[in-house]
């Protein structure tokens, strides 16, 4: 691993995020190729059911995907202002609008998205609902919104029954409610595009899902366990996140299955990109897309190395689902996705598991003007015995990013809280041996 002129370590990127990235552009211009000859193409949210248009053929593109390649052309701030121009409110959801900005921009990234025909997202809070309706008024794009829903009672601990008991967990009107939409979806979809849903089809598209991400559970849990860690989250994201949004394509279980075999033989062969790895962080919240390699320097000066992510985590413990009615299981996938991410006491609980399960020494929390559970995530970590250092900050806007302040912010946190922690674990894992 070489240094760039900022001193920060340039990253060996795996092999299936270098053959993730080449297929997302392919992908891209064949997606933009048949929405030229007359396909209809869709703007997905990462939290709705995109399954359906699987199975119906319609090609999609992911708002959050296109929000991380905005942001990381450094063009978040410049969209912003773009929005601002037209009369949008520039200071909330930015990473929900960079997609629609980028519709107002003369040179947007890989030449721009296609015309969007629809937009189907959960409508998760005022705002929200309100970015996805600009589509159709800027656009003329449909929205199909999904009601975000609240459950009665909660347990914390979700990740042990949510593979087969959905249902019980998360609540029969919740289920109720989110298969009549996705019916009446599937219905609207049959009827604008002329294309039939095959639920042979479908069932084939829920087993591909199933089986990538059981497959990621094996790279999170191989990497949790393993000191040093064979990958950084730098180098997981991508090899994780673009397969994410090809749910239900063989290519995709295929790039899972590729990405924990790359994992293992790194462990195999004890190659590492910190070897002196000392202290083992967690990233809580939505990638640095902006500046990714800001995770890299600490591995240099104090052998500091962010293993984890939501991203892998959360493909290991949310996604799964098995049932006998495919569309009430996808049901069962999404009803309650937002409660396990970021509403207490689902999402604190989990964070706080998933801490102790990759060995993690210390929590930086990006929390921008959405904290929707940051609070009690916070609380529970610090219970959890991991301490957590929350930072101002916004995948989608780069404009208040100071990297040096936040870099000088991370060190004396660690210097001052995280070492002392990482040093008894160490020392409870040299006794144990």
């Known amino acids: ?73 450094q063009k978040s701030g410049h969209y912003l202002r ?37 937009v189907l997202a959960e409508a998760t809070g005022d705002a929200l609902r309100k970015v996805f309706e600009v589509w159709e008024r ?22 042990e029954r949510i593979e087969d008991d959905w249902e019980a967990l998360i609540g029969t009107a919740r289920i109720d409610l989110m298969t009549a939409e996705l019916t009446g979806a599937v219905k609207h979809l049959e009827m604008v595009t002329g294309r039939v849903f095959d639920e042979e089809r479908f069932r084939e598209v829920m087993a591909l899902v199933n089986e990538q991400q059981l497959w ?43 990405f924990y075999h790359e994992v293992r033989d790194r462990v195999d062969t004890g190659t590492a990109p910190c070897p002196e790895e000392r202290i083992r962080l967690m990233w809580v919240g939505t990638g640095l897309w902006f500046d990714m390699g800001f995770y890299t320097w600490f591995q240099e000066v104090y052998g500091a190395v962010f293993v984890w992510s939501m991203y892998l985590a959360i493909a290991a413990d949310g996604y799964i689902r098995h049932g006998d009615d495919p569309l009430r299981t996808l049901a069962g996938r999404f009803a309650a996705f937002p409660d396990m991410i970021n509403a207490p006491p689902w999402a604190a609980e989990w964070y706080a598991k998933e801490a102790v399960h990759n060995r993690i020494d210390g929590a930086v929390h990006m929390a921008g003007t959405d904290r929707r559970g940051t609070y009690f995530v916070n609380r529970a970590l610090e219970a959890a015995g991991v301490p957590v250092l929350q930072i101002g900050g916004d995948s989608g806007d780069s404009r208040g990013w100071d990297a040096q302040a936040v870099q000088a912010e991370v060190s004396e946190f660690i210097r001052t809280r995280v070492e002392p922690v990482a040093a008894r674990r160490r020392a409870r894992e040299k006794g144990a041996r």
């Not at 929005?83 to 990234?109: C, H, I, K, V």
């Not at 800027?138 to 990740?159: C, K, M, S, Y």
């Not at 000191?227 to 394509?249: C, E, F, K, L, N």
Request: contains cysteine; proline residues 9%.
């Open 138 to 159: 800027e656009h003329g794009a449909v929205f199909l919104p999904f009601e975000r829903t609240i459950a009665n009672h909660q347990d914390p601990r979700w990740w």
């Open 216 to 258: 990621n559970r094996a790279a999170r849990d191989l990497i949790a366990r393993t000191s040093p860690a064979p990958i950084t989250i730098s180098d997981s994201i991508p090899s994780v996140m673009i397969p994410q949004w090809h749910r239900g394509t063989v290519w995709a279980r295929d790039a899972a299955r590729t």
């Open 1 to 73: 691993m070489t240094a760039d002129a900022t001193g920060r370590r340039n990253r060996v990127v795996l092999p299936s995020a270098s053959a993730a990235t080449a297929y997302q552009r392919q992908w891209f211009a064949d997606l933009k190729q048949r929405a030229a000859e007359g396909d209809p193409v869709a703007l997905v949210n990462a939290d709705a059911p995109q399954e359906i248009l699987r199975a119906l053929d319609i090609p999609y593109v992911v708002n959050q995907w296109w929000a991380s390649v905005c942001a990381a052309k």
């Open 82 to 118: 773009l929005l601002a121009d037209r009369g949008y409110p520039a200071d909330q959801e930015a990473y929900n609008t960079l997609a629609l900005a980028s519709t107002f921009d003369e040179d947007p990234p890989w030449g721009g998205l296609p015309p969007i025909s629809l």
